[in-house]
């Protein structure tokens, strides 16, 4: 079982003493491998994860394949949102970008533990609004800003969620979560390389330079962390 001072999931981190001690019996720490997918689109979800080390991808898929990013979870929050709001079943899907591990419990356990505490309700609530606000703010990003300052919020974004500045990835699962084709995508990489503020080797995207990634994400990306810190930290 975790112990809270110990847990680097914020969401856990951040709870009164008390609404940690109702979910702490039913805790599991469990892997996460890339690839893996934690919920899957229609089906009711069995549980949530607090995520520890790793990052998870939030992706709406349309019935012709295609899918596209619809926000990122990591040490800052958990996966299983719906069951927050009682929803059980949503026709996104939770897939597991970055392996790591993460504390997991059943969603009946979860929603016992809210009616239990209302403090653990509103705070787990206000996370839900800043997830929300993460997923418009994507929205936002993918029909206003350039394919430059697109990849700039989200190799931020993931920058946010590691240890270090190496970012397990590929031009595929890029093009994919962003919605672009793989020419443009190269590109949009090969610019960003070309000013050395990034580096790439196969597999992996470094960051080198987060200052001028910043600066060319301008405002599509800060919103959304912003409310977060609000919301959660505040």
Request: aromatic share 4%; glycine share 8%; hydrophobic share 45%.
């Amino acid at each position: 079982m975790p112990i809270q001072d110990q847990c680097r999931n914020h969401l856990l981190s951040v709870l009164k003493p008390d609404d940690f001690a109702l979910l702490r019996p039913d805790l599991d720490d469990v892997p996460l491998a890339v690839g893996e997918v934690l919920i899957a689109a229609d089906t009711p979800i069995p549980r949530v994860w607090f995520v520890e080390r790793g990052i998870v991808s939030l992706i709406a898929a349309s019935e012709d394949a295609g899918q596209i990013e619809l926000g990122l979870v990591g040490r800052e929050g958990m996966v299983g949102v719906p069951v927050l709001l009682d929803a059980g079943r949503t026709p996104d899907e939770g897939r597991v970008q970055m392996a790591g591990t993460a504390w997991s419990m059943p969603c009946g356990k979860m929603r016992e533990a809210m009616r239990d505490s209302p403090s653990l309700r509103d705070g787990l609530l206000r996370y839900v609004q800043a997830a929300n606000v993460q997923v418009a703010s994507t929205a936002l990003a993918n029909g206003r800003y350039m394919l430059e300052q697109r990849l700039a919020r989200w190799l931020l974004m993931c920058h946010d969620r590691v240890d270090g500045d190496l970012l397990p990835t590929t031009h595929r699962f890029l093009s994919l979560m962003l919605g672009v084709n793989r020419t443009g995508l190269t590109t949009a990489v090969a610019t960003l390389e070309r000013a050395n503020v990034i580096a790439t080797r196969r597999g992996t995207i470094t960051v080198r330079r987060r200052a001028a990634l910043l600066r060319l994400a301008g405002d599509s990306y800060g919103v959304a962390e912003a409310e977060y810190a609000r919301l959660v930290d505040g």
